[in-house]
């Protein structure tokens, strides 16, 4: 348990730096009209609603939590592309669907700030969500974010509440806004059986002038469906809260490809937790990792933030990399022991082309560690060894924290690969578990349908031998 909550606080603090360092949202005027049809990156972010307009555009979000799950449809004809899924690619699935008319499944969230006349304030009183013309089931692909944060979000922008087209009712509130200041919100909205448009209108007072403004996506409205079958099985969800990145998924047909009932497993790479290192190599310099490391005096929340960035451009982990297997039951009715074997399917490869770029983040106080350090075991990869165990027999203990959730543990492990800089090893586990009762399932476990891939890095390669090596104290290294 005291793990799980340090990979849990981890995961949070990360969650917090990143919602702190947000661009706030530009202001756009846009005079009155009929709706019309947004462009590519409508949903770019929110317009401000300025004095004397009746309507203002709003923007959806990804989500409000680590915990959260965000899906849609995307039409028909729209291959998902390779770069928007996997570990840590949230932001850029979500971006592509929307772009493309996605249809949020079962839960949509949108995102708007409004702004007061700059000669008096204004105060919001209630607010509600308007059921438009109802539309055809979509059809197409349907897309899934486990771990569905929308860091994009200023951490100014509270949540307002939750409501239901199926059972529509007004939000009372008292939100306020001092002359040419701003309030924002995000709400989620809910169906379980509409396949709508729909908008939000707010009760605003400027001063002792009434007026009903509407909220929708760029001059459309927004749209939502019934939900569909979760693609990320319960082990996908259950190993967030150790730590590990979102996770973007995609599936292609209906309720056929639902996950199998029973016990699950997967796993996911660690994020860098404070005081950890961080190793990573790309195939392009990144700007914005060099505006971030520009400024370290914030120890401790920095290299987090760097990983998060060059995860979600597809740069991978070098050197070494720890990983939590998550196993969970939602069919057991108590606790379950168990026991457990992982071992790896290893192919290396090497890199054809220019050499990647390094990338070195090192928080305040560093030490040469990783957080793997509560791991059950650790694995060397080499190029001459396709198969190779790391735990046998290890006890697992799966425990059931609150009523009516599934019983859930996770097994840690680190994964090294030491050499040249050109190597690289892509993997899948091979998970056997034997409960009490002497059942047996394997499983094998990969990266949401590809495998993991670990760089090489060379041996006793040190900070100042990297390009691109930062530390959180103010000095810094490379270019």
Known sequence: MNGRRVFLVAFLVTAAVWAGVAVPWASTARAPGPAATPGPGASAGPNIAVEGRDRAAGRQALGLAWSSTWSATVPKGSAVPYRALGAGRCAELFRWATGRSAVARGTATAAFTLTAPEDRGLVVRSLRVVKGRELPPPEGTDVECLGAAD???????????????????????????????????VIETRTADCSCEWWIELEVWEGDKRRTVRIDDAGAPFTLAPPVARIGTPADGGALKYGTTDLALARE??????????????????????????????????????????????????????ERILVADGALPAGRAAYAVSIVDPSGRQDLDGIVDVSLNVRKTVRQGAPPTGYGCYPDKWVLRSNDGQTAGTARLSGDTPHLP???????????????????????????????????????????VVDGSGKRTRHTVDDAGRPFVLAARPDGMAPRHEKHASYETGHRLGG
Do not use: I
Request: charged letters at 20%.
């Open 151 to 185: 860091h994009g979000l200023p951490q100014s922008m509270e949540s307002w509440g939750r409501l239901s087209l199926d059972h529509p009712r007004e939000l009372k509130l008292s939100r306020s806004a001092g002359p040419g200041g701003t309030v924002g919100g």
């Open 253 to 306: 047909g209906g309720a056929a490809d639902r996950p199998p009932k029973g016990l699950s497993v997967s796993a996911s790479r660690l994020l860098a937790g404070n005081l950890q290192e961080m190793w990573m190599v790309a195939d392009r310099e990144l700007p914005e990792v060099g505006r971030l490391t520009a400024n370290l005096d914030v120890p401790g929340a920095v290299c987090q933030h760097v």
């Open 390 to 432: 790391v735990l046998s027999g290890e006890p697992v203990r799966l425990t059931r924290e609150t009523e009516g959730a599934p019983a859930t543990d996770a097994l840690f492990l680190g994964v090294e690969a030491w050499g040249p800089d050109e190597v690289e090893y892509h993997f899948t586990l091979d998970v056997t």
